[in-house]
């Protein structure tokens, strides 16, 4: 769309009614057909906007005021709400974020998935603050001094947070130690521009279950200065930590981890219990960040898979194994596939550390192992995938097919590429079953996804 077809203008101030949200949870107004995305608006509401972005479909609005509030509407709890781009919905009531979820998933499995469904039921969160076990505060120079916060929404400068209410506090503990550590001894943040500076990144994971903390400094180089008196600060500042490690991460881009680690305390790995096994974590290993939401959503997969005990079940995209060994509890034999051979290592390790022996790990890609798996005859009962955001690739949708197990149960992070692949499986012969949503990210955009297709009977 060209800027001169616009309805409306750059600067133009207007006031519109707000009809839905966005994936990232933007209020939805119209203009003359034209979508104008609101931050910070309830559907409902009516409110005064300046249009402050022009984009190539749709135009991008800043509430000047609010007219006709939702009684949704809340003061958010956090200070760094509006400047933060983590968090989306502190504005509203969590019903209200819930409602906004269940919609999203549902819209998408209809508009993109071919269904016709009503609302997806939703499971919300007990907990909607310090839910978060895994922390990631990127490090920058902010007015002179080094700083470690979050993004503001879409550019990479940080915005300096004390205190974050979605973490828990043992990360805000190492933030407040590093930051001072840094000043101190005027060590330099990394600087992406240039390439230059030291510290890129704090990374912090906890084990709920266990209390056992795990702080990881991401740094450009092979070490740091004053490296005794930073761990002496942490061990002394940190509730639980049990372990200190640095990444060594000097190559450009935004992946937050380097490929090497190198462990200054303790044993360079923690360990929490999910689903009544236990699990051994080290900075790169895949876990749920909401650990109690993350086991209503493996027993809500392993409901849906109807085991009785006797089946062979593929997993796909293993990670390290979490959900392969909940699995194998209930199944005759499981086969967990994951392309990163750390976390089979880990998963493989987990297994023996479990007691687990019907279950087997193989490192290879998904779309390899499943074209592999069908091409030797393997027909499990039960798939279960659990792929990154961009979903499945389509060779793994025609593989899986052609191994036409009974249900294919998939677990998602995003509504959008699991309606595609939806779609995509009912082609092949698959019909959905069941489909519901699992929120595990309360005040953020994100929402998990869980459905079962089951193959038609010919």
Known sequence: MKQAAYPVALGQVLEVEITGYTSEG?????????????????????VKIKI??????????????????????????????????????????????LRAKAQRVTDALNRIG???????????????????????????????RPEAGFFRPRTHQVVPVSRCRIQ?????????VLVRWMTENRVPPYD????????????????????QVLVCLVVNGDGIPQEKRLVENLLKSVDNLCTICLSIHKKPG???????????????Y???????????????????????QAERLYETAIGLAGLTGTET??????????ITLALSRRAGKVIGVEIIPAAIRDAKENAVRNHVENAEFFCADAAQAAKKFAEEGIHPDVIVVDPPRKGLDETVVKAMAQMAPEKIVYVSCDPATLARDIKRLTEQGYTLTHAEALDMFPRCAHVESVVRLSREKL
Request: proline residues 5%.
């Open 114 to 144: 071919g269904q016709s469904l009503d609302t997806v039921p939703i499971t919300g969160s007990p907990a909607q603050t310090g839910y978060r076990n895994k922390a990631q505060y990127p490090v920058a120079q902010v007015k002179g």
């Open 52 to 97: 402050a972005h022009l984009g190539h479909t749709a135009a991008y609005g800043d509430i000047l005021q609010v007219l006709r509030p939702s009684p949704e509407r809340r003061e958010p709890a956090c200070p760094y709400a509006r400047d933060c781009g983590g968090c989306v919905f502190w504005h509203m009531s969590y019903e209200e974020e």
């Open 270 to 292: 923690i360990e929490d219990t999910l689903c009544g096994l236990r699990f051994r974590l080290s900075p790169r290993s895949f876990y749920q960040v909401n650990r109690d």
């Open 168 to 176: 828990g506090r043992e990360a805000d503990q190492a933030r407040e």
């Open 313 to 322: 079940v593929l997993d796909l995209y293993c990670g390290t194994g979490t």
């Open 192 to 211: 992406e521009k240039t390439g230059t500076g030291l510290v890129r990144h704090l990374y912090v994971r906890t084990a709920r279950a266990t209390g």
């Open 254 to 268: 935004n992946a937050v981890l380097g490929d090497k680690f190198v462990t200054l305390y303790g044993p360079g």
């Open 26 to 46: 933007q209020g939805v107004a119209r203009v003359e057909g034209l979508a104008v995305f609101v931050a910070g608006a309830i559907r409902g509401e009516r």
